[in-house]
Each structure stands twice: as C-alpha cells, then as structure tokens.
C-alpha cells in the first residue's frame, strides 16, 4: 500500500513581532495562508526509515524533518507502533529550502499523517498537532486549517475566516535569509518597542476578510530591516509593485516574496516579468 499527500506552501499575511519570551523566543501575531502549490509526500512500508528525492535538502538526508517526525510518533506511541516499523518515504520537492514558504515544516506534518495512517497508529489530530509543536514553530499549522490567525512562537492556532480569492505570485529571489539574523535586524530595528497592530487587524481580518482593499494594510515586521540588507529582495518587491498589485510583500522572515493581485492576467504578466530574477517563483492561488 502507497500513500500520497500534498504539503503544501504557506504565507504570512500578516507579521508582528509582539515581544521578546522567557524562553528566549519571540511573541508573534501572524496570519497563516496555505497555498494550492506545494511538494508532494508518498509513503510506502518498508524494512527501515528512508527518504527517496531528499538529496540536497539537508546536509545529513537521514535527519530529514520528514524522518524525524516518522521517528518522533513512533517514540511517543511505542504501544501503537512497533519499533521496527518501517516505511519508505518518497519526497518531490518544489518548493525552494529557506525561503520562508513553510516548505520543511509542511513535509514534516504531511509525514506525521502518513505515518499515522500506513501504522495505523491511532493518533488523534490533537496528539498529532502536540507532535507538530515538538518539530517546529508553525508545523501545527499544516494540520490545521488553511487560513489560521497564529500567536506564541506561531503553535497557539486559531482558525480564521476564508480570504478573499486572490491570483497570488510568489518570487524567491536568488539569496538565502538566516532565521536567526532576521530576527537580529528586526530586533535592532525595532529597538525594544513593540508594536500593537495585531489585535486590531485580527479584529478586521474576521469582519472584513472578503474584502480586497483590506489586504493593502498587511504587515510584515520583518520586511523593512530584510530589505535594506538585501538589495536582491528589495529589487524584486519593487519589480512586482510595478504591476500594481493589491499588496507585494516579504513573506516570513524571507527571502519570498508575494504579491496579491484581482485579475488573472495582470499576475501573469507580473510573473512572467520576474522570474528571471529569482531562483523560485509561481503563480497560485490561496487553498
């Protein structure tokens, strides 16, 4: 038997970075988006755990969030999954490694599903969103709802009303952003002081989701610092501006890129205008 899932891509609407944690961590508020475009996981049983199409998405293939979730089910439920459980995992990556599209993060819950599923472990979709939160920050996302406000490091999930029905471009230029730089320049650019947009826009966000001219007002703590470190990110904002779109955005910490727009063919033409100019870039639409 051999099963399949899409893992899909995913955005932030919103960003702000809401304050500093005891844990070391940040405070945030965001907006989650899933996308249509994504990679694909299939899983089949197999004698031992093994990743196919892994190669050059880490350093060691064998410490794979997708292996690592697999092993993590199985440690947490040795009652349910025999310890010399196997499966096969097959991954046809698309999307682009640290990009701030959720790529990993939505591997690894699309491999928690697959492997509950082919061991007929059991778990319920809270203990497999417990799981999640032990992988990483917004991997519960991807077992949750497509649209999703998020808080804390981004594991505390509140499902939030469908978006208006975007044609969304999404460009990665040819850099890499370091998680935990971003935060450095955030930080610095911040200064200590805190914003206080959040609860607004999550108050607007659950009135007015359908409405487009909302999304003008989206926002992305991340984006000002990122861009004046790096000339490539801001050069390909300013390219999908040129188009008029109804928003263009960093996504995350980086290094993506967005842009929302109503008509189909304008997000074409703007697609087509910066593709070149990145190393990823697809014209989808929000799931």
């Not at 097959?90 to 959720?102: E, I, N, S, V, Y």
């Amino acid at each position: 038997m051999s099963l399949s899932l899409p893992c899909p891509a995913k955005l932030n609407l919103f960003l702000e970075i809401r304050g500093r944690r005891g844990d070391g961590f940040h405070e945030l508020g965001t907006l989650f988006q899933a996308l249509e475009t994504g990679d694909m996981l299939s899983a089949e049983p197999a004698e031992g755990l093994e990743i196919l199409g892994a190669e050059g998405v880490t350093a060691d293939p064998g410490d794979n969030l997708v292996l690592r979730a697999a092993r993590l089910l199985q440690k947490r439920y040795p009652a349910r999954v025999p310890p010399n459980a196997g499966i096969r995992f097959t991954l046809k990556k698309r999307l682009p490694m640290g990009a701030g599209l959720g790529g990993g993060s939505s591997d690894a819950a699309g491999a928690l599903r697959l492997a509950n599923d082919l061991w007929n472990a059991g778990a319920t979709p809270a203990e497999l969103r417990a799981l999640a939160a032990e992988l990483g920050s917004d991997v519960a996302f991807f077992l949750s709802t497509p649209t999703a406000f998020a808080e804390g490091r981004g594991e505390e999930l509140t499902p939030a009303p469908a978006p208006y029905p975007f044609f969304v471009v999404v460009a990665t230029p040819h850099c890499h952003v370091d998680t935990a730089g971003a935060y450095r320049l955030a930080a610095a650019a911040l200064g200590g002081k805190y914003g206080n947009r959040w609860m607004d826009f999550r108050r607007r966000f659950e009135r007015e989701a359908q409405n487009p001219e909302l999304y003008r007002d989206l926002f992305n703590d991340f984006e000002a610092p990122v861009l004046a470190q790096f000339p490539e990110i801001r050069q390909v904002r300013d390219r999908l501006q040129e188009f008029a779109p109804e928003k263009a955005m960093l996504t995350g910490s980086g290094a993506s890129l967005f842009a929302l727009f109503r008509e189909e063919g304008q997000a074409r033409e703007c697609l087509s205008a910066v593709e070149l100019m990145c190393r990823f870039a697809v014209l989808t639409q929000f799931a």
